[in-house]
T-cell receptor, first 115, second 116 residues
Framework: AQKITQTQPGMFVQEKEAVTLDCTYDTSDPSYGLFWYKQPSSGEMIFLIY??????QNATEGRYSLNFQKARKSANLVISASQLGDSAMYFCAMREGFGNEKLTFGTGTRLTIIP | KAGVTQTPRYLIKTRGQQVTLSCSPISGHRSVSWYQQTPGQGLQFLFEYFSETQRNKGNFPGRFSGRQFSNSRSEMNVSTLELGDSALYLC???????????????FGPGTRLTVL
């Protein structure tokens, strides 16, 4: 079974609209962390937001928020008021356990913002 | 604070050659992880080094190796290059403290390797 599943290969969104990128995960480890990264065409992976499995509140970072539904094993990224510069690939990733930094990535979603 | 740096940024090699890539983590970070990104396989974990010791290893052949120096800088080596090794190689830096839920991992700009 895939550990991280991103079911939306591509999305087109009008500028200034909110967008939700889906991510579901699979792990039996009670301690895990979920990450979202943005990868523009330049190739660099830009860290956006983190959610720990024990965190009670959904993470937020500026225009980014993470809709964490633990029972459903989903960690969707919400981008509010999208901008043209948000056009990029977005990856969801998971780290399982402590003392180990290995990230398992999903296949990504290509987001295109339309002016 | 300087970010993660990787050198070189671009590399062209021929089959059978070997290559060494370098990664300098963020100051104070002791964990460096390496990833290979290809269109077909996506992002795959190669290995992680913490305090000069390999702490975790992905499912890659022995041609892929790495090491970490006392200043936390890390190198990755690929011997006997194959066409399929053409990829973007990314390294990630974090504090890597055991028993602590590390909330950030920062990536470098990557090294784009082309094998002809």
């Amino acid at each position: 079974a895939q550990k991280i599943t991103q079911t939306q290969p591509g999305m087109f969104v009008q500028e200034k609209e909110a967008v939700t990128l889906d991510c579901t995960y699979d792990t039996s480890d009670p301690s895990y962390g979920l990450f979202w990264y943005k990868q523009p065409s330049s190739g660099e992976m830009i860290f956006l937001i983190y959610q720990g499995s024990y965190d009670q509140q959904n993470a937020t970072e500026g225009r980014y928020s993470l809709n964490f539904q633990k029972a459903r094993k989903s960690a969707n990224l919400v981008i509010s008021a999208s901008q043209l510069g948000d056009s990029a690939m977005y990856f969801c990733a998971m780290r399982e356990g402590f003392g180990n930094e290995k990230l398992t990535f999903g296949t990504g979603t290509r987001l295109t913002i339309i002016p | 604070k300087a970010g993660v740096t990787q050198t070189p940024r671009y590399l062209i090699k021929t089959r059978g050659q070997q290559v060494t890539l370098s990664c300098s983590p963020i100051s104070g970070h002791r964990s460096v992880s390496w990833y290979q990104q290809t269109p077909g396989q996506g992002l795959q974990f190669l290995f992680e080094y913490f305090s000069e010791t390999q702490r975790n290893k992905g499912n890659f052949p022995g041609r892929f190796s790495g090491r970490q120096f006392s200043n936390s800088r890390s190198e990755m080596n690929v011997s006997t290059l194959e066409l399929g090794d053409s990829a973007l190689y990314l390294c990630a830096s974090s504090s890597g403290l055991a028993g602590v839920s590390v909330k950030e991992q920062f990536f470098g700009p990557g090294t784009r390797l082309t094998v002809l």
